[in-house]
């Protein structure tokens, strides 16, 4: 006998990171504790595999960032993608038109570069901004930055910071690591490694506070906003229209400090994402 359309589990799927993991698994979660059957895809791969297999159907759902959108839909140099809510309209239209995809409410976080220094050095010489940071490197100021190579030469990265604040760093002022991992780049920060003080970070990242770091205020909005926000097929959405009431008050609740914090539980405590997301969910009343 073949189940019912409604019947049939929504299929779950997360990037690799760790964040996506715990983003995955804070949707999985709500929805199976209102009784709607999951089956969990989390961690699947990073961003090019999940996106091919919610559009090839093979998973259902799972959490994305919508200045994503801009790679999405070859629109890296439209500006919309800087304006937290315009850049959220935006994604949002374009996928249901063209792939009959659903984004739900976001949450206000930002997970986008940034630039984090040890706390030591901004509160000695009072760096709290990019701005800040630009007089002190052309003041020639002792930084030195770990950061990936992308992030090193991605136009839209250092070099958009660069630009937009008037400073520039030489390679001896930089230890540039494989591969993107901001545990890494922090790490090297928070010890010292090779006189790190300064390093690559995304906004939401769980181990800024734990390791004695600060973000810089990028105040000219040079970086593209990474909010996160549940993307759903639109034909799951109509099976299960509770879906959207469901999830919508679980991510307006992941400010930029809460998702710290539970990234935090999971990058330094050492915490499972799926303990962590169920007892974010029980602790807020977002599970009956």
């Known amino acids: 006998m073949i189940a019912s359309a409604a019947a049939q ?5 997360s990037k690799v990171d760790s964040e996506g993991a715990l983003l995955g698994n804070l949707i999985a979660a709500t929805l199976e504790g209102h009784g709607i059957a999951v089956t969990r895809k989390i961690q699947l791969g990073p961003t090019e595999i ?7 159907g093979q998973i259902d759902m799972y959490p994305e960032y919508t200045g994503n959108g801009a790679l999405f839909f070859k629109l890296e140099r439209d500006p919309v993608w800087r304006d937290p809510e315009a850049g959220y309209q ?3 239209a374009l996928d249901r038109e063209r792939n009959g995809l659903v984004w739900l409410t976001a949450a206000p976080a930002d ?4 630039i984090a220094i040890r706390r030591d050095l901004a509160n000695a010489r009072h760096l709290v901004s990019l701005a800040d940071f630009a007089r002190y490197v052309t003041g020639h100021g002792d930084v030195r930055l770990a950061a990936s190579s992308e ?16 400073f520039a760093l030489r390679r001896r002022q930089m230890l540039v690591l494989a591969g993107g991992d901001t545990a890494a780049t922090l790490r090297a920060a928070a010890e010292g490694t090779d006189g790190v003080n300064a390093a690559m970070a995304y906004g939401t990242d769980g181990a800024l506070a734990t390791l004695g770091l600060v ?9 593209v906003v990474y909010r996160p926000a549940p993307v759903i097929r639109a034909a799951v959405l109509e099976r299960h229209p509770a879906i959207a009431s469901l999830l919508g008050p679980v991510f307006a609740s992941l400010s930029l400090a809460t998702l710290r914090e539970l990234n935090a539980r999971i990058a330094v405590d050492g915490f499972d994402a799926r303990t962590v997301a169920s007892e974010f969910l029980r602790a807020h009343g977002f599970l009956p």
């Open 50 to 56: 999940v996106r091919k297999a919610i559009l090839a």
């Open 90 to 92: 935006r994604v949002k």
């Open 215 to 223: 973000t810089l205020a990028d105040d000219k909005h040079v970086q």
């Open 111 to 114: 997970n986008t570069w940034e």
């Open 9 to 13: 589990p929504v299929v779950v799927g």
């Open 151 to 166: 992030f090193v030469n991605s136009p839209n990265a250092l070099p958009a910071f660069e630009k937009a604040y008037g």
